[in-house]
């Protein structure tokens, strides 16, 4: 399980979520710091402030920290920062960036591109791979479709492609998927069901007042009711949760 807000907004804000994070079981902290907006004018994040907040409050609560990297420059920040670096949905064809980090040490969360088909996303796994960075961790998060009522629409056949056609682990994120906090739990248990091997959710304390993604981000109460139901089908399938 990685949880976090979509944004870190200050030093309190991450520390208030965390202290959820940890109370339910989880162990990695997720929280953009470069925010990849479809528009200019929206919050574009703390940068390296951001970078630094989430490493001091991961290392306060021994969680593991994830987060976007926009660029192929800022890999020297992010190697310093960073447990697990995070390729955003825009981002899984930069090829140049692919190339980038098959050089890293890190693991890399790869987010199925926005219209990307499976084999372009396994091949953009492909890149970092033949870098020599076998760590990579696939993450589906909801492809455009011609549906509106969701933000995106969960291609939950997707986990079992992924599991058919590599070895990779596959993650399933119904944050951005459904772009609806009422619809976070029900997705989560169907990712698990159908096999994913963890999952990615927004929370926030204030999701009226978050700097991003508000409408999809789950309250720490709801969050941590969820985390309940996802332990009892843990327990059901066979798995550790973590
Ligand atoms: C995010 O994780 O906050 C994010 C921007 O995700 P995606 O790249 O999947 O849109
Ligand atoms: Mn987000």
Known sequence: MMSGPCS?????????????VKQSGAHILRGGAYKPRTSPYAFQGLKEEGLK?????????????VT?????????L???????IQVGARNMQNFNL?????????????????????EEWLMSAEYIMSGGNEQVIMCERGIRTFEKYTRNTLDISSVL?????????IIVDPSHAAGRWSMIEKLSL??????????IVEIHHEPEHALSDGA?????????????????????????FR
């Open 161 to 169: 492609a992924i599991k058919e056609l590599s070895h990779l682990p």
């Open 53 to 65: 907040i989430l490493r001091k409050i991961g290392d306060e609560f021994d969680l593991l920290v």
């Open 190 to 199: 169907a990712g698990l069901a159908v096999g994913a091997d963890g999952l």
């Open 78 to 84: 992010f190697e310093e920062y960073v447990d697990i």
């Open 68 to 76: 976007e990297i926009p660029s192929a420059d800022l890999l020297p």
């Open 98 to 118: 692919m190339k980038a980090l098959g050089k890293s040490t890190k693991p890399i969360l790869l987010k199925r591109g926005l219209s990307a088909t499976i």
């Open 216 to 240: 999809q981000s789950l309250k720490p109460k709801k969050y941590l009711q969820m985390v309940d139901r996802l332990k009892e089908l843990s327990d059901l399938l066979g798995k550790d």
């Open 8 to 20: 870190i907004e200050s030093e309190t804000q991450l520390r208030t979520i965390a202290k959820t």
